[in-house]
């Protein structure tokens, strides 16, 4: 959920032994993502690529401080990464959770326990590539939004 990295510190805090997954993806791509999906204004900043392009700003901020002021707690997930090798990503998650391996885990769209996020239809699926690179159609129209994050200090070609 867009907002869930807010709660890093209170979750660190209340739960001293929780482990934290970060799934990061393409600033551009994830960008895409959030303005293109309709959050019934549950996000307004999400409907305008600059107020998105602040907020992800802010969000790479925190996320920093997160990573620097909670080591170890924070396990980075690229999503890339996680579309290419499902199975060696899962596992490595597995691994730093502290959880055991089952083949399962790579059967989660057969779970039909109830999710409520605005990608409920797509955990329903096996893991699909065409939404990967789906912000590049766009490309020329994010322009002003990949100079606004690189302004921020995100990093955009090394993903």
């Known amino acids: 959920m867009p907002l869930n990295y807010l709660y890093c510190g209170l979750i660190a805090r209340a739960l001293p032994r929780a482990h934290i997954v970060?799934?990061?993806?393409?600033?551009?791509?994830?960008?895409?993502?959030i303005f293109k999906t309709l959050f019934n204004q549950g996000y307004p900043f999400s409907y305008d690529l600059s107020e998105l392009g602040a907020y992800y700003g802010a969000y790479h901020r925190l996320m920093q401080h997160w990573l620097k002021t909670l080591p170890g707690r924070i396990h980075e997930v690229s999503y890339e990464r996680l579309i290419a090798d499902p199975e060696g990503e899962a596992?490595?998650?597995?691994?730093?959770?502290?959880?055991?391996?089952?083949?399962?885990?790579l059967e989660f769209h057969s779970n039909r326990d109830p999710v409520a996020t605005a990608s409920a239809a797509q955990v329903r699926l096996p893991i699909y590539?065409?939404?990967?690179?789906?912000?590049?159609?766009?490309?020329?129209?994010?322009?002003?939004?990949?100079?606004?994050?690189?302004?921020?200090g995100v990093a955009l070609d090394s993903l």
């Open 22 to 33: 970060h799934v990061n993806r393409h600033p551009l791509a994830t960008c895409y993502a």
């Open 91 to 105: 596992r490595r998650l597995c691994a730093a959770l502290e959880l055991r391996w089952e083949p399962a885990c």
């Open 129 to 152: 590539r065409s939404s990967l690179d789906q912000w590049r159609y766009y490309e020329a129209k994010l322009e002003p939004l990949r100079a606004q994050l690189a302004e921020a």
